[in-house]
């Protein structure tokens, strides 16, 4: 494996907001990214979705920040800015010629600290329009747009922080009040919630100083979330979920529980998920899509959380007149056969290298290095991941692979989300 060695280095301030800075003058830019701890799985039953839509309110201006201003003072200074929000956080992230730094950094800090002054019930309500239109076109009138919803509920209990998308209920919405907004917005956002990591043309004096000058002067004013790690073993017996649409092809998604992000056996279920599905190379590619051509596409791979349980997922396209239960039961074939047998050593090699390739390229982009620092520091409490996982995961030995896959991956631990092309009925 590649030996990686960033400079990171790693203050928090009094207001207990975490600064990393990881100084890089190959470019005469720099990336701003503030990571927040709270995504969909901190939200209460009938407050679903207020996380996804802060994302939202968030450019809506601040205190000392019109509506749009963030994007437009940026913008014309060079930059480019959006921002995310998952199951386990909300980030916001802008990449600016270094001379916009501290632009940048008084602009996050507004919006961090004095957004409320700008969450009227008009932003509001045009905000809330604005998600059900985003729910409109990604995942309801798209073909299998809500397939990854079935997928989580279907795998993970009602009661699970995890069961919910984080686009939420648009019955939440609609019901949220104003004041049960602001009170999201106080009990998550602020400084002792959030790290922020400065990535670039900058040396780390003159990042915490520009940090220290914007941020500094807020509050500690966030709750931070307790830690509750809702642990969950792998399914007792397969789970199924088959829906009937105008779809273009069959679809099955089968999902596995998986151990937490960032675990050993997590990455041992990773590694596995590549050579079973997640490479060209892969078994499953080659028996189901390039011999017995029953599947057009074919893909697996491994999305970490860290709430008690990660996800596994494998997806199939299945092709014009296969029979998707013949393939589910191939896929199921070739998982007892891994589980058996474990990884060749030309699967390990291959899935290595790919894991090795994909990390290296990710942090080549100076966004994407930014955002892995954050990301790992927030979560893992590790600002030092990006120089570490390749060594970890290099560490991981084939019968680890073996024995994860027999723990995780079995058969029998399925969920099944199937989308099947409706048939016509013809009336007689």
């Given at each position: 494996?590649?030996?990686?060695?960033?400079?990171?280095?790693?203050?928090?301030?009094?207001?207990?907001?975490?600064?990393?800075?990881?100084?890089?003058?190959?470019v005469?830019?720099?990336?701003?990214?503030?990571?927040?701890?709270?995504?969909s799985?901190?939200?209460a039953?009938?407050?679903?979705?207020?996380?996804?839509?802060?994302?939202?309110?968030?450019?809506?201006?601040?205190?000392?920040?019109?509506?749009?201003?963030?994007?437009s003072?940026?913008?014309?200074?060079?930059?480019?800015l959006?921002?995310?929000?998952?199951?386990?956080?909300?980030?916001?992230?802008?990449?600016?010629?270094?001379?916009?730094?501290?632009?940048?950094?008084?602009?996050?800090?507004?919006?961090?600290?004095?957004?409320?002054?700008?969450?009227?019930q008009?932003?509001?309500?045009?905000?809330?329009?604005?998600?059900?239109e985003?729910k409109?076109?990604?995942?309801?009138?798209?073909?299998y747009?809500?397939?990854?919803?079935?997928?989580?509920?279907?795998?993970?209990?009602?009661?699970h922080?995890y069961?919910?998308?984080?686009?939420?209920s648009?019955?939440?919405?609609?019901?949220?009040?104003?004041?049960?907004?602001?009170?999201?917005?106080?009990?998550?956002?602020?400084?002792?919630?959030?790290?922020?990591?400065?990535?670039?043309?900058v040396?780390?004096?003159?990042?915490?100083?520009?940090?220290?000058?914007?941020?500094?002067?807020?509050?500690?004013?966030?709750?931070?979330?307790?830690?509750?790690?809702?642990?969950?073993?792998?399914?007792?017996?397969?789970?199924?979920?088959?829906?009937?649409?105008?779809?273009?092809?069959?679809?099955?998604?089968?999902?596995?529980?998986?151990?937490?992000?960032?675990?050993?056996?997590?990455f041992?279920?990773?590694?596995?998920?590549?050579?079973?599905?997640?490479?060209?190379?892969?078994r499953?590619?080659?028996?189901?899509?390039?011999?017995?051509?029953?599947?057009?596409?074919?893909?697996?791979?491994?999305?970490?959380?860290?709430?008690?349980?990660?996800?596994?997922?494998?997806?199939?396209?299945?092709?014009?007149?296969?029979?998707?239960?013949?393939?589910?039961?191939?896929?199921?074939?070739?998982?007892?056969?891994?589980?058996?047998?474990?990884?060749?050593?030309?699967?390990?090699?291959?899935?290595?290298?790919?894991?090795?390739?994909?990390?290296?390229?990710?942090?080549?982009?100076?966004?994407?290095?930014?955002?892995?620092i954050?990301?790992?520091?927030?979560l893992?409490?590790?600002?030092?991941?990006?120089?570490?996982?390749?060594?970890?995961?290099?560490?991981?030995?084939?019968?680890?692979?073996?024995?994860?896959?027999?723990?995780?991956?079995?058969?029998?631990?399925?969920?099944?989300?199937?989308?099947l092309?409706?048939?016509e009925?013809?009336?007689?």
């Open positions: 494996m590649a030996d990686i060695a960033y400079p990171i280095t790693d203050r928090t301030l009094p207001n207990g907001l975490r600064v990393i800075v990881s100084e890089d003058h190959a005469p830019t720099v990336t701003v990214n503030v990571w927040v701890n709270v995504g799985r901190h939200e039953p009938g407050r679903t979705g207020f996380a996804h839509l802060f994302e939202h309110l968030m450019f809506q201006g601040s205190r000392n920040v019109a509506s749009g201003e963030h994007f003072a940026l913008m014309a200074q060079g930059g480019r959006n921002a995310t929000t998952w199951f386990d956080r909300t980030n916001y992230f802008e990449t600016v010629p270094k001379g916009a730094l501290e632009l940048a950094l008084w602009l996050e800090a507004d919006r961090h600290g004095h957004l409320l002054d700008a969450v009227t008009e932003n509001l309500d045009n905000q809330r329009d604005v998600v059900k985003e409109r076109q990604r995942y309801d009138n798209v073909p747009g809500n397939a990854l919803i079935d997928v989580y509920a279907t795998i993970f209990p009602a009661d922080p069961h919910h998308p984080t686009i939420g648009m019955e939440d919405l609609d019901d949220a009040r104003l004041e049960d907004v602001h009170a999201f917005f106080r009990r998550y956002y602020g400084p002792n919630n959030s790290v922020l990591t400065i990535v670039g043309d040396t780390p004096d003159e990042a915490f100083a520009a940090a220290e000058k914007y941020f500094g002067v807020l509050p500690a004013s966030a709750e931070r979330p307790e830690p509750r790690p809702y642990r969950l073993e792998p399914l007792a017996e397969p789970a199924r979920l088959d829906r009937f649409e105008e779809v273009p092809n069959d679809r099955l998604h089968l999902a596995f529980r998986l151990p937490v992000d960032s675990s050993d056996d997590f041992a279920c990773s590694l596995a998920l590549d050579a079973i599905g997640g490479l060209s190379t892969s499953l590619v080659q028996r189901l899509v390039r011999d017995e051509q029953v599947a057009t596409s074919l893909s697996a791979h491994a999305m970490g959380f860290v709430d008690g349980v990660s996800l596994g997922l494998l997806s199939v396209d299945v092709a014009e007149g296969a029979d998707p239960m013949a393939i589910e039961q191939a896929i199921c074939e070739e998982l007892d056969r891994f589980i058996t047998e474990g990884p060749t050593e030309i699967e390990l090699e291959s899935s290595m290298a790919e894991t090795e390739r994909s990390w290296l390229s990710a942090l080549a982009s100076q966004d994407e290095r930014a955002d892995a954050c990301h790992y520091t927030l893992a409490d590790d600002p030092h991941y990006v120089n570490s996982f390749l060594d970890r995961v290099g560490a991981v030995t084939a019968a680890q692979i073996r024995q994860a896959a027999a723990t995780w991956l079995a058969p029998t631990s399925r969920a099944v989300v199937s989308y092309v409706k048939q009925v013809h009336s007689a």
